[in-house]
Structures are given as structure tokens and as C-alpha cells.
């Protein structure tokens, strides 16, 4: 009788193993890639010169949560609710906003934005509070605005 050494193994079984290895890492990348929109959008928002508001849910969170917080960003946590930009937001910015679907407030001062980017606000759902001061939206934006669902 031969006998195996540890190394041997059945090949069905390696491919069972990098099976069960690639669904793991599938499934983990699907919930990491709105985060990782969201850490982009947020970086672009600030280097503009914007700022952003959190939810934070983690009120009742585990102890493998709050570890897990002190190493990565908080994007991979919390959702982005409010933006606001006050220096010379563009139609382009609001393009940036793609990778925050969960908005509730939206802040703009500045004359760049107009009728053009205001599409853009149909995305989000939860938007409860839009603040376009000093902007070039024309009665017909503002009309148009008026019409989002939410």
C-alpha cells in the first residue's frame, strides 16, 4: 500500500477549495464596490474645496465592527447624506456626487451650476433638502426640480 504524504490531495478537491475561494472574493468585492464609489466621490468632493456629512449607524455595532472602523475608512461604514460645495461648484461637480446614492441635502453656492447639471439630482431618491444660492438655474430648472420624486 502507498502511502500519501500530506501535500496530496485529490484534485476535485483543489477545485472545490478555489471554487468556494471565488465566490468568497465575489461576494466581498459586489459589497465593497458602492463603498469604494463612495470613498471616490468623497475624495473628489473635498479636493474641490466641499465637504461632506455621514449617517453613522454604528451605535449597536460588535466589537469585530469597531475594530474593523479603526482601520478603514468610513465610507466602508457610513453612508454620505449631505454634500456641500461653496467654492465654484460646476454641472461637472454634481457628476462627481454619482458614488453618494443615499444624499438627503444638497448644498451649492456658486454661479457655475445651471440648468445643465440638474439631471444629475434625479438619482437620488432621499433628497429632501436641494440649496442652489447664487446659482444659474433658470425658472424652467427650478420647475424641472420641482418634478423629482422623492
Given amino acids: 500500500m502507498r502511502k500519501h504524504s500530506w501535500y496530496q490531495f485529490k484534485l476535485q478537491r483543489m477545485f472545490g477549495a478555489i471554487t468556494v475561494l471565488a465566490l468568497i472574493l465575489g461576494v466581498s468585492l459586489l459589497c465593497l ?6 470613498r471616490q466621490a ?50 461637472a461637480d454634481l457628476g462627481q456626487f454619482g458614488g453618494t446614492s ?18 444629475v439630482l434625479r438619482r437620488f431618491k432621499r433628497l429632501r433638502e436641494l440649496d442652489l444660492a447664487i446659482s444659474s438655474v433658470s425658472d424652467a430648472g427650478m420647475v424641472d426640480i420641482s418634478r423629482i420624486e422623492n
Wanted: no cysteine.
Fill in 42 to 91: 468623497v475624495k473628489s468632493i473635498i479636493y474641490r474645496g466641499g465637504r461632506v456629512e455621514y449617517r453613522n449607524l454604528g451605535a449597536n455595532e460588535s466589537g469585530i465592527v469597531k475594530q474593523l472602523r479603526r482601520w478603514l475608512p468610513q465610507d466602508y461604514f457610513d453612508t454620505v447624506v449631505m454634500v456641500e460645495m461653496r467654492v465654484n461648484p460646476t454641472d
Fill in 33 to 38: 464596490r458602492p463603498a469604494e464609489r463612495q
Fill in 102 to 119: 443615499e444624499l438627503e441635502k444638497v448644498r451649492l453656492v456658486g454661479r457655475e451650476i445651471t440648468d445643465t447639471g440638474l439631471p
